[in-house]
């Protein structure tokens, strides 16, 4: 079917041809793109509210400034930026998208993603389901209390708040808390293992930041005004964020962005300091729970933290520390992987967008990579990329189980209680059980 076609006055200039101009690196000239179609051709999200890349773009050079500022395809470009990455003129599209994002009313832009912006602007820890420090300290208690009693060898265990002086500050994903708060637990245990001395803090724990997604600077720069505050509060000499690939790049990229201060605190991902204590020795994982196993597991490269800001360093980081816990033999590798990955579709907000159809269908991309892997389990060290790469692979019948880092290396240190394994099969219940 043709698409209806859009006309066009010779008259008619919008904005945004000049806000693309300025998206242009130096010596750009928009008038010599080829329309080469490469954004398109690696966009997942191309072809969604009949939108992709190269239309937009081009619909903003012709000064089409009505349709493009209402398409709600907006909200469903994660802004992973793998069209930047590919475009012989390095136009940042992404970088567009967010502008339209910004000119959205906040009562017309999904509601989900201002309701998580909101509640981070409310609460002290900057938590983005609204759980006070308050609360959030009694569940960090009392998931403690439990494991003192009933996990021998870790009764010395602490999950520090507020401890000044404490050389890392670490952030915590809102999602433990409330929802599963026995997955903080592994993560205390590796810091334990590793002799670290770290916090939490009642000021700025949360690590969550969607008022990024909501295209809100003021509301980023606020909530990332409290995290700071809480690391210089406390004195901590290095800032940790978890496992996850929003809240690291709301953290990086807003620290740039709004030419912050951290007063020369380092920040810094979990997963490089994993590789780190590793090979200090300061944490010795095995792989021999798999030897017989030969679970077969694969990796999803988290766009926030690969291509939008570490790179393929920080990718390299990943695997090692990976195949240490499951055995190099036992690993594979999605294709096309590191920077050249592709978006699972649960970053830019998209997954508190309220289009859950249009999010499936855009992971269709991802769960064929996936299933061409055979791989039995997805390691996935970011909180969107874990929950959508689990619900892909219910609706695309993937059959693969979807797991957070932490658990796979707390169970090759032999530290993961019984407790601590919900995301995994019936054939891991078991194995490598801490001696009780």
């Avoid at 693309?20 to 010596?27: F, I, M, N, Q």
């Amino acid at each position: 079917m043709v698409e209806p076609a859009i006309r066009i006055d010779d008259k008619r200039r919008g904005a945004f041809v000049d806000k693309v101009s300025e998206l242009l690196p130096a010596g750009g000239n928009l008038d010599l793109c080829l329309t080469c179609g490469l954004c398109s051709a690696g966009c997942p999200a191309s072809g969604l509210e009949d939108m992709n890349p190269r239309k937009l773009l081009r619909m903003a050079a012709l000064g089409l400034d009505e349709e493009i500022a209402s398409t709600p395809w907006v909200w469903m470009c994660t802004m992973c930026f793998r069209c930047k990455e590919v475009c012989p003129m390095q136009v940042d599209i992404p970088a567009l998208v967010y502008e339209l994002r910004a000119g959205w009313p906040r009562d017309k832009k999904p509601k989900g993603i201002i309701g998580s912006c909101d509640q981070g602007l409310r609460t002290q820890g900057a938590s983005a389901v609204g759980i006070s420090s308050d609360d959030f300290r009694f569940v960090v208690d009392d998931v403690l209390e439990e494991i003192h009693e009933t996990q021998p060898g870790f009764e010395d265990l602490q999950a520090p708040i507020d401890k000044e002086g404490a050389y890392f500050f670490f952030n915590q994903n809102s999602r433990e808390p409330v929802k599963e708060p026995e997955e903080m637990a592994p993560l205390w245990k590796i810091l334990h293992r590793a002799g670290v001395d770290w916090t939490y803090g009642s000021t700025g724990w949360g690590a969550e930041n969607y008022c990024m997604f909501a295209a809100e600077d003021e509301h980023w720069r606020e909530i990332l005004d409290k995290q700071v505050l809480g690391v210089k509060n406390l004195g901590c000499k290095s800032w940790v964020n978890i496992e996850c690939g929003h809240s690291f790049y709301s953290i990086w990229a807003g620290l740039q962005r709004f030419g912050m201060d951290t007063g020369g605190v380092d920040f810094d991902h979990i997963v490089n300091w994993y590789a780190r204590w590793i090979r200090e020795g300061r944490l010795t994982p095995s792989s021999e729970w798999n030897k017989d196993l030969k679970l077969r597991f694969t990796v999803q490269d988290p766009c926030m933290a690969v291509r939008k800001s570490m790179g393929d360093a920080f990718a390299e980081e990943l695997r090692f520390v990976v195949k240490a816990c499951v055995g190099e033999e036992n690993f594979v590798d999605m294709f096309p992987n590191r920077s050249n990955n592709y978006c699972c579709g649960g970053g830019g907000g998209f997954l508190q967008s309220g289009f859950k159809d249009a999010r499936l269908a855009y992971g269709r991309v991802k769960a064929g990579q996936i299933k061409a892997t055979r791989a039995d389990y997805v390691i996935t060290p970011c909180h969107n990329c874990h929950a959508q790469i689990e619900e892909l692979s219910e609706h695309y019948k993937g059959g693969w189980r979807t797991v957070n880092l932490w658990s796979i290396l707390c169970l090759s240190l032999g530290m993961l209680a019984e407790n601590e394994r919900a995301y995994f099969g019936p054939e891991l219940a078991e194995v490598w059980l801490p001696k009780t």
